[in-house]
């Protein structure tokens, strides 16, 4: 398997501007995160996903972000406008949850910077 | 009551030391402790993990110690290596029912110096 995918790796974007982060998942894996690191913050749960459903938005940091999942192996997050205090890498995130595991494989990341 | 408390947030050893990181948390109805490691540019990846009912796991030179009266989780990672040299997140969850939703601690920077 792949692993978990992430697009793009480097997003350099001017402030106002809109941005699309995506993710594909681990096949098979009914659970799926987005979490924002930042050396001030650690690892920030934004919002994770189970069968396709959001289950909590909560680490959602305002309006100005929101996150679907169409389908099974695919994901967005998405922010507009941007500001440049998201400048961050943006994870995501995939676990199956069966009986026993509970592990996140986590993608490479996307290191947005916004000017 | 959500938190998880990670300590030190730094630390540095000498190869063939014994490094350790020591966590806390609050909410008793955890019930899956792991420790992620992150090396610089990549996504955190699974080390090793531990459910409440054992008190110590070993894997290799990676030994979780876990103490549920004190609420306290620890990582030991024997004859350091400079290969070690990442950030390493400790975390817990309560899987039956959150799925796999875990709290991350703050994260320890460990560099392992030749």
């Known amino acids: 398997d792949a692993g978990v995918i992430q697009s793009p790796r480097h997003e350099v974007t001017e402030m106002g501007q809109e941005v699309t982060l995506r993710c594909k998942p681990i096949s098979g894996h009914d659970y799926l995160f987005w979490y924002r690191q930042t050396m001030m913050r650690g690892l920030e749960l934004l919002i994770y996903?189970?069968?396709?459903?959001?289950?909590?938005d909560s680490g959602m940091p305002e309006d100005r972000f929101s996150a679907k999942m169409p389908n099974a192996s695919f994901s967005t997050l998405k922010i507009q406008p941007s500001e440049p205090r998201d400048s961050a890498v943006y994870f995501c995130a995939s676990s199956p949850w069966t009986s026993g595991s509970d592990t996140q494989y986590f993608g490479p990341g996307t290191r947005l910077t916004v000017l | 009551q959500q938190q998880v408390k990670q300590s030190p947030q730094s630390l540095i050893v000498q190869k063939g030391g014994i490094s350790i990181i020591n966590c806390a948390y609050e909410?008793?109805?955890?019930?899956?402790f792991p420790w992620y490691q992150q090396f610089p540019g990549k996504g955190p990846a699974l080390l090793i993990a531990?459910?409440?009912?054992?008190s110590e796991k070993k894997e290799g030179r990676f030994t979780i110690s876990f103490n549920k009266s004190a609420k306290q989780f620890s990582l030991h990672i024997m004859d350091s290596q400079p290969g070690d040299s990442a950030t390493y997140f400790c975390a817990a969850s309560k899987a039956e029912t959150s799925g796999s939703r875990l709290t991350f601690g703050e994260g320890t920077q460990l560099t392992v110096n030749p």
């Open positions: 531990i459910r409440p009912d054992v």
């Open positions: 909410n008793t109805a955890f019930d899956y």
């Open positions: 996903f189970n069968n396709n459903v959001p289950i909590d």
